[in-house]
């Protein structure tokens, strides 16, 4: 006869399963700042990663990491780790606007890896200069948006004839105001440096890093490591220390499934705090990336 776990027995499961994600979360955490400078330091440069898809969660980790390194007194400068094609529009003036308010307190380089095109490049335009490798792809300054529209159903009310469903005319509208927004960033912090045109930025080519440095899309080649160095040095320090910030992965995996008093508790890692939490609806293996139906996004070419 198989005998039935008692409470006791549920109890002391689910505290070693809590202290089992504890031991989890520990260990698959991206590094976390770390703020405490050593003797001799003269403060520290926070690196904080722009990867992937510019999306409102992604930024939401952004905005939050550079908001720590503007109240944190031992930050004196900050680099952005930019490896990304752009995303969503909203996302990316949010990030431009954050990564705007981080560059009137602190000196802000930016050092793009892979890309930096469309709404990541937006994003790093209010930085004090930019670096790029030699094989780095960046600009991309443009808007995709659909075009057309689906008519609606019979069965659908709406109040006026444009209520969900702007005309042709109207989303066309809506992406050269939103292109000539971005061009106007572009010609207003790259504008003592940029060759070329208004109608030629706007053209949304990509440019290798040399080029991007010759044209003044960005300023310097170099690696991370010399970004770091270059942005310490604005911000006047001669020894200091590094915090470099991941963003936590996305794979959603399980972490840990527990047998409870209520049944089997099952956790994931959190997006947010990349802690564990207590998973209350259905899983996902991945995360769908976020698409706006109006304005795709500004999209790198």
């Known amino acids: 006869m198989k005998r039935k776990p008692s409470a006791a027995s549920a109890k002391e499961t689910f505290v070693v399963a809590i202290a089992a994600a504890v031991l989890v979360s520990a260990v698959l955490a991206p590094v976390a700042y770390d703020y405490g400078s050593s003797t001799q330091s003269d403060g520290?440069?926070?690196?904080?990663?722009?990867s992937g898809?510019?999306?409102?969660?992604?930024?939401?980790?952004?905005?939050e990491d550079l908001r720590n390194a503007?109240?944190?007194?031992?930050?004196?400068?900050v680099v952005l780790k930019v490896d990304s094609g752009g995303g969503a529009v909203a996302p990316s003036e949010r990030l431009y606007l954050e990564v705007l308010r981080t560059a009137e307190q602190m000196p802000v380089v930016a050092s793009?890896?892979?890309?930096?095109?469309?709404?990541?490049?937006?994003?790093?335009l209010p930085a004090d200069e930019i670096f790029v490798l030699s094989s780095t792809q960046i600009g991309s300054v443009g808007v995709i948006g659909s075009g057309g529209s689906v008519p609606y159903p019979d069965s659908v009310i709406r109040t006026g004839p444009d209520k969900a469903q702007p005309t042709t005319d109207q989303r066309e509208r809506t992406v050269e105001s939103l292109k000539r927004q971005f061009v106007g960033r572009v010609m207003e912090h790259r504008g003592e440096n940029i060759s070329l045109s208004r109608e030629e930025v706007a053209y949304a080519r990509t440019y290798l890093g040399p080029e991007a440095v010759?044209?003044?899309?960005?300023?310097?080649?170099?690696?991370?490591?010399?970004?770091?160095?270059?942005a310490a040095e604005l911000a006047g320090m001669e020894d200091y220390d590094v915090a470099r910030q991941e963003p936590p992965s996305s794979l959603g995996l399980i972490l840990l499934a527990?047998?409870?008093?209520?049944?089997?508790e099952i956790y994931k890692r959190s997006d947010r705090t990349n802690g564990l939490v207590p998973v209350t609806g259905p899983l996902m293996v991945d995360e769908v990336p976020y698409h706006d139906p109006e304005v795709t996004g500004n999209a790198s070419a």
């Open 112 to 124: 793009v890896q892979g890309t930096g095109a469309s709404g990541a490049y937006y994003g790093m």
């Open 53 to 63: 898809t510019i999306s409102a969660t992604t930024v939401d980790g952004i905005s």
């Open 258 to 264: 527990s047998q409870t008093d209520n049944g089997t």
């Open 70 to 77: 503007r109240t944190n007194e031992s930050v004196k400068a």
């Open 44 to 50: 520290t440069v926070s690196v904080i990663t722009v």
């Open 214 to 230: 010759q044209n003044g899309y960005a300023d310097r080649i170099g690696a991370l490591p010399t970004a770091i160095d270059h």
